[in-house]
């Protein structure tokens, strides 16, 4: 009788193999050498399944056209050009940190009730307590990352789903939110600096500053990596292809500025500059996209999202990830809490509840996140709250029934996910 085979020392079985080309910086090589082939490439990708964000952004596309058509008058104008952005800061920023759950598979239903619990602390800090607002609003984030702590505790130490632990402080949270909030229900806050988050604008001086360096260091970070992968002789994207990506964005950020930076103002009102959140939320995009593409807890998060088993025998502490991720999600669903503050001008028993996290989860998939995890980033939550802010924005300038909007943001959403669903399937029949 044979006995069963042992991998030799030294080899790795498909699993690891497999999971090494996922997290290895090594993987990030392999890419044409000219434009045809940079398109070829992307047309392959395309027809294989990979279609990243492509449809947040012709959806997007098409909703700006739609609406701009229907309401020329309102819709693309300054006002309510930095109202959108106003508007879709805090879905934009909660989405980003459910995408990290989201690529390891996992769901989390109580991050917008966490925010709401975050934004409750932080105004009762500062009307009842008078502390200072940053003491205030560091005490509502520390509350964010313990309910987060909690959360990954028991999803990998106790090992119960996600989605149970989840769905059950969704509902705790609502009750801790209402005696946080006490008999009164609702707290102003009224400090300038928060209020500011979401609700002020920069200089026009200064907006000009920060777009200007923003395009300046986006160029030379892209530039300085193709030319260090090229001297290393490693295959990266065309010089023309990273030469045109520069230019667009360079040339959105101009005209976005020159729109932002005159007077928006109503009823002789002086409203002129970019809103404070779009830095806000463009740094954070900035951070998180390093994380997930160049470090190793952002290649660990792909790999467990990927395949846990494959990522459990590499070596990889998959059960400490899923806290990370939660604790992170949880994080920036406070800061979320506190920009929806920001905008509101204040916290009542219900921030956080509602379809906020709906709209979320939403904005992730609609922007490319895929709902069976290992897929996705950081900027899908920007283009898919985008998409919703627009949907939001441009029924209700058409006067639209809310029931209206729910129905077509769940159509949305339906069409985001059947789209996922599609793209797994057949980059699964392409790779056999």
């Known amino acids: 009788m044979t006995s069963p085979s042992k991998p030799k020392l030294g080899k790795k079985t498909a699993d690891e193999a497999s999971l090494e080309a996922r997290t290895s910086f090594s993987g990030d090589s392999s890419g044409p050498t000219s434009l045809g082939g940079y398109f070829q490439g992307y047309v392959n990708k395309v027809r294989g399944g990979d279609v990243g964000a492509l449809p947040a952004v012709l959806g997007l596309v098409v909703l700006i056209i739609v609406f701009w058509i229907a309401k020329p008058s309102d819709f693309m104008t300054v ?21 990290f759950v989201l690529l390891l598979g996992h769901i989390d239903l109580s991050a917008g009730v966490i925010g709401g619990v975050a934004a409750g602390v932080m105004a009762q800090l500062l009307v009842l307590h008078n502390w200072q607002w940053y ?36 509902l705790a949270w609502q ?32 907006g000009w500053v920060v777009v200007i360096l923003s395009i300046v260091a986006y160029a030379a970070v892209n530039l300085i990596v193709w030319q ?50 779009a830095p806000i939320v463009g740094v954070l995009l900035v951070i998180l996209t390093f994380v ?3 470090t190793a807890f952002g290649r660990y998060v792909y790999a467990v999202g990927g395949n846990a088993e494959a990522a459990r025998r590499a ?10 991720c939660f604790v992170l999600s949880s994080a920036l669903a406070a800061f979320s809490g506190i920009i929806d503050a920001s905008r509101i001008g204040s916290v009542s028993s219900s921030s956080g509840g509602g379809n906020v996290l709906l709209f979320a989860v939403a904005a992730a998939v609609i922007g490319g996140t895929s709902l069976f995890g290992g897929k996705g980033k950081a900027r899908d939550a920007i283009l898919g709250g985008l998409v919703i802010g627009v949907i939001n924005n441009g029924l209700g300038l058409l006067g639209v029934e809310t029931k209206i909007n729910y129905i077509i943001t769940g159509i949305v959403l339906l069409l985001a996910a059947s789209v996922d669903a599609l793209s797994r399937r057949r980059r699964a029949g392409s790779a056999r």
């Open 79 to 99: 006002y309510n050009l930095g109202n959108l952005l106003q508007q879709s800061g805090s879905i934009c920023v909660l989405a980003m940190g459910i995408g």
């Open 135 to 170: 003491t205030a609003t560091v005490a509502a984030l520390v509350v964010g990352v313990l309910m987060g702590l909690l959360t990954g505790w028991l999803v990998t130490v106790v090992g119960i789903p996600s989605f149970v632990v989840t769905l059950a402080f969704f």
């Open 175 to 206: 009750g801790l939110l209402l005696v946080i909030m006490g008999q009164s229900g609702t707290v102003s806050v009224g400090d300038s600096v928060i209020v500011a988050i979401d609700g002020g604008n920069m200089s026009v001086g200064v």
């Open 228 to 277: 260090r992968r090229t001297a290393q002789n490693l295959i990266t994207t065309p010089l023309v292809v990273v030469s045109i990506r520069i230019a667009v964005i360079a040339v959105l950020l101009i005209l976005g500025t020159i729109a932002l930076s005159t007077n928006r103002g109503l009823n002789n009102s002086d409203l002129a500059g970019i809103p404070w959140i």
């Open 292 to 294: 997930q593409n160049r």
């Open 315 to 324: 070596g990889i502490r998959v059960g400490r990830m899923t806290i990370y």
